[in-house]
């Protein structure tokens, strides 16, 4: 078979090397462009160019190869294009190039562990096996249908360099049996079982500090995950050391440390740590603007004090907006700060300030809140839409990025918040979830987009606020995170902060069946939305993976019970995809859904998603569809488009600014 082969690090090298020693033709190599490498920024090509180079292939490197790559590739004569670790997602053009489309190279055995980096999070994780998948590309992340699998076990000496090897060794054989039972038509394709799925994020460098508050072994499988890259880090007296390898270890001191504390530190014994059940030894380690090496060695040199904490600080600090004022007052009472003290840091934080503006209060006060932080999310970019519609992109402490939304009606200001970084749902119209779940938002955190948007529109407390009403819309799914949005619900409402009213906000599901039920249990009143978004389970599974675990009539039967113990009506939101979801059939199928139920439907064209290929119905035929729907009878409105010239639909600025600018730092 002629083969265009696409891949870029050396997992992707060994697999073309044998693919190129086999009886096939692989008539183009695609790669990422060539990369600036260490200290003096050396311009250095992918391995796979330098293999492809060297045997005469032509080599096509693509800034985005769903925009400048289509035409070139089209004119490649080829029977299959191959994938392993190329990292981009393909368009539907790329995909249909070739006859027989696109095969990836996967290194996990599929559905666990769809996204990058799956050696790295299976050894941070503990697994005990691994495996290769190979499968068919279709648009998405890794959730085609299946080729061939092998699993293998990870052994106590693997490395992430080992799997690695072996994996793609493993995976280069799977690929030949494969390619020869497509070549032969002998060949099945195995749906994956959505309900097995795991997603996890890429690897970034702002995730290397080493937590000390979990075990000790999960601390050890964190050192050995990220030992490649980006590697574990702690901090040594201001100087940022890299841990490329931790071991658990029986070492007793004779009292009780902290968290992160240095318990050993002598050049026999080596650098023993505090973990939150134990302790490890940072047995390989390298200093800033040093080399690697033992931390006996390290220690021949360099005096550690016992009882140092050497987990970063950034990433310790608590986020005070998360406490309640009573919570706030006990957290800062050891600090000597109590009384109107607390009263006055509560009302400045709700104000939107950072310490250093907080006129009230001494240096000596701010000296000690800066064991703290003060503003959890801040502005790192805004765009604003011909409707007033102003689109956020907020940083938070670790330089995660998530989004938020302003959107002026004349009733008052409403924001959109997000409530995780990324999302685990899978839903296939929105962008929040194309690199999966990175982490839950705390309550501070979500809290923190109310109060920036509030100080930047000039709002104050009490009568001056700007903002009147919310919506849990944004990035992530509310209710995966229920403990730090419900707290957030409270934080809110409390009459000395911002003091919105429950009944002014509203929480968008895709629809947790068991979380909806605990909402009304919790006796929160808020306006409950259901992103529906298809009439029967049927289309509902084509377009949200989370059908697959909750059908209608369970979603239905909970949102009665909420219904029943709130007294509020429930909303319906319906995203119009064209051809899918939006034909006259659809319309009367939605309204015997709702027969019987005090529901509203909140119909929605599409904003479209360039990676998700799909298109949204056209404002004419939904503006038919809500006709349509209210002429039976049933209540529903088409939503105004806001922001839609400026990313308007949920994590579309943030993928944006991610594929323009890569990690923040």
């Known amino acids: 078979m002629k083969i265009i082969f696409m891949g870029t690090p050396h997992y992707a090298e060994i697999i073309l090397q044998k693919l190129i020693d086999s009886r096939h033709q692989v008539v183009?190599?695609?790669?990422q462009p060539d990369k600036p490498v260490g200290r003096k920024q050396v311009l250095t090509p992918p391995e796979t160019k330098v293999l492809a180079q060297k045997n005469g292939i032509p080599v096509y490197q693509f800034k985005k190869i769903r925009i400048d790559g289509v035409e070139p590739l089209k004119k490649i004569d080829a029977d299959i294009m191959i994938t392993a670790a190329y990292g981009q997602i393909l368009s539907q053009e790329v995909l249909d190039i070739t006859k027989f489309g696109v095969y990836n190279v996967h290194a996990s055995v599929l559905p666990k562990y769809r996204g990058s980096s799956p050696i790295q999070w299976s050894l941070i994780n503990g697994e005990k096996t691994i495996g290769v998948t190979i499968l068919k590309t279709l648009a998405g992340l890794d959730n085609g249908p299946l080729l061939l699998t092998k699993e293998i076990d990870i052994l106590p000496e693997d490395s992430v360099e080992s799997l690695m090897d072996k994996l793609a060794n493993?995976?280069?054989?799977?690929?030949?049996?494969?390619?020869d039972e497509l070549e032969s038509g002998n060949y099945k394709l195995v749906p994956q079982d959505e309900n097995e799925m795991t997603y996890f994020p890429m690897l970034k460098k702002e995730m290397s500090p080493i937590d000390f508050n979990k075990s000790a072994e999960t601390v050890s499988n964190f050192v050995r995950g990220m030992a490649e890259w980006p590697v574990a880090t702690v901090n040594i007296y201001g100087s940022i050391t890299k841990v490329f390898k931790a071991v658990e270890t029986n070492y007793l001191p004779e009292k009780n440390y902290a968290n992160g504390e240095v318990v050993c530190a002598n050049n026999k014994q080596g650098l023993i740590v505090k973990c939150g059940n134990g302790f490890v030894r940072l047995f390989e380690i390298q200093p800033q603007n040093s080399k690697k090496m033992k931390d006996t060695d390290f220690l021949n040199g360099k005096k550690v004090e016992v009882g140092l904490n050497i987990m970063q600080n950034r990433w310790c600090m608590e986020c005070l907006l998360d406490y309640s004022k009573e919570e706030m007052a006990k957290a800062l009472e050891p600090f000597d700060i109590k009384g109107f003290r607390v009263n006055q840091i509560y009302t400045a934080l709700y104000q939107g300030k950072a310490f250093t503006e907080m006129t009230t209060i001494s240096a000596l006060t701010k000296q000690k809140l800066q064991m703290f932080t003060s503003q959890p999310v801040t502005i790192l970019d805004k765009k604003m839409a011909h409707d007033g519609t102003i689109k956020f992109l907020f940083k938070l402490v670790d330089n995660n990025?998530?989004?938020?939304?302003?959107?002026?009606?004349?009733?008052g200001n409403t924001i959109c918040v997000s409530t995780q970084v990324g999302c685990r749902m899978g839903c296939k119209f929105c962008a929040s979830t194309l690199h999966g779940l990175v982490r839950n938002l705390s309550a501070g955190e979500i809290l923190g987009q109310v109060i920036t948007v509030n100080k930047f529109l000039g709002g104050k407390l009490g009568e001056g606020r700007k903002i009147t009403n919310i919506v849990l819309m944004g990035s992530g799914e509310p209710l995966d995170n229920y403990d730090n949005v419900t707290k957030f619900i409270k934080l809110v409402c409390q009459p000395d902060g911002l003091n919105i009213s429950e009944r002014n906000i509203s929480l968008s599901t895709c629809g947790i069946v068991e979380k909806i039920k605990q909402l009304a249990d919790d006796n929160f009143k808020i306006t409950l939305t259901?992103?529906?978004h298809a009439p029967n389970d049927k289309k509902r599974k084509e377009l949200m993976p989370i059908a697959n675990k909750y059908s209608i009539s369970q979603i239905i039967k909970a949102c009665k019970y909420y219904f029943k113990k709130t007294k509020r009506r429930v909303v319906f939101e319906y995203v119009l995809v064209k051809d899918k979801n939006d034909s006259f059939e659809d319309a009367k199928e939605l309204v015997a859904l709702m027969k019987g139920f005090s529901s509203h439907i909140n119909v929605?064209?599409?904003?479209?998603?360039?990676?998700?290929?799909?298109?949204?119905?056209?404002?004419?035929?939904?503006k038919k569809f809500v006709d349509t729907l209210n002429r039976l009878g049933q209540s529903a409105t088409l939503r105004?488009?806001?922001?839609?010239?400026?990313?308007?639909?949920?994590?579309?600025?943030?993928?944006?600014?991610?594929?323009n600018n890569g990690n923040i730092n």
């Open 28 to 31: 183009a190599v695609v790669c």
């Open 401 to 411: 990025i998530v989004e938020g939304v302003l959107m002026k009606y004349k009733y």
């Open 640 to 659: 105004r488009t806001l922001g839609e010239d400026i990313d308007g639909a949920c994590g579309q600025l943030r993928q944006k600014y991610i594929d």
């Open 170 to 179: 493993i995976g280069a054989d799977l690929l030949l049996k494969g390619l």
């Open 604 to 622: 929605i064209p599409l904003n479209s998603v360039e990676e998700r290929n799909l298109i949204g119905t056209n404002r004419e035929n939904a």
């Open 530 to 532: 259901i992103s529906l």
